[in-house]
């Protein structure tokens, strides 16, 4: 697609000036047994080279600097995440994260590389959900097969999961995650995709369990996702239908989605 095209162009990352910057916060736990945590990163590529090829245009005519096949990737990648736990006794660990980021480009730029956009589902991010099989916004393609290549500019995503013990070195655990990811632009080829008011109806919703081997020295964790609500309307009786109908009444384990990982998701 024109889409993938673009975004897997030969492009050249650069940055000498504020090309990557990085905060990360971590509250020590206090007396209600509360911790909150929060990380902000950021990501530069070719600002020094767009104003310099500005001011090498206004002096000498319009120019577009390339290096030999290679163009300059020019954009800002804003990415952040808040987290909030709190130990209700030894083990019992209630914990919720809400996160989001923005990638834009400008200059002669036209999409941000497709390393640098955002997706959701996976492991650590939807569960109920593979790696980039949902969105941008409202839209589906049926035709799609994994491997998933969804990607885009803006991701808004939140997390909250209970954890508990069970016996020996098992946990367990519940969760619930929701979000989306979209576009900032109108794309033919992916109609419904942009970031408008109302795309909270594109919100996807997934709930689910985990099983947790605690080794100490590391966590092996194994989730199982359960898709509740889609983030593009389906056709029922004739009206646009969202959630996924019968999903527990007509409930089977082949309906969830595994994943495995190392370390607690959030």
């Not at 491997?147 to 367990?172: C, I, Q, S, T, V």
Request: aromatic content about 20%; hydrophobic content about 40%.
């Amino acid at each position: 697609t024109t889409f993938l095209r673009r975004s897997f162009d030969n492009q050249l990352f650069t940055g000498f000036i504020l090309r990557s910057f990085s905060y990360a916060y971590a509250s020590k736990q206090n007396r209600f047994g509360e911790r909150w945590q929060f990380r902000f990163n950021s990501d530069l590529s070719g600002m020094e080279e767009h104003l310099l090829n500005r001011l090498w245009s206004a002096a000498f005519g319009d120019q577009n600097w390339v290096v030999s096949d290679l163009e300059f990737a020019k954009y800002l990648r804003l990415d952040l995440d808040a987290t909030y736990s709190r130990e209700f006794r030894k083990d019992l660990v209630g914990a919720f994260r809400i996160s989001s980021g923005m990638a834009k480009t400008f200059g002669d730029t036209r999409s941000v590389p497709f390393v640098k956009q955002f997706f959701v589902g996976g492991p650590s991010s939807i569960r109920a959900w593979r790696i980039r099989e949902i969105g941008p916004g409202g839209f589906y393609d049926p035709t799609a097969q994994f491997p998933f290549y969804e990607a885009a500019d803006f991701r808004f995503e939140f997390n909250g999961e209970l954890r508990f013990p069970m016996f020996w070195w098992l946990k367990g655990a519940v969760f619930m995650d929701g979000g989306n990811i979209w576009t900032l632009q109108p794309e033919l080829e992916r109609p419904n995709s942009e970031l408008r008011w109302n795309s909270y109806k594109n919100i996807a919703l997934g709930t689910g369990f985990g099983v947790r081997g605690d080794f100490s020295y590391f966590i092996l964790r194994f989730d199982w996702g359960l898709p509740l609500r889609n983030p593009y309307a389906s056709n029922s009786d004739g009206k646009s239908v969202y959630w996924i109908k019968d999903r527990f009444s007509k409930l089977q384990f082949r309906d969830f989605r595994p994943n495995i990982a190392v370390g607690y998701p959030f």
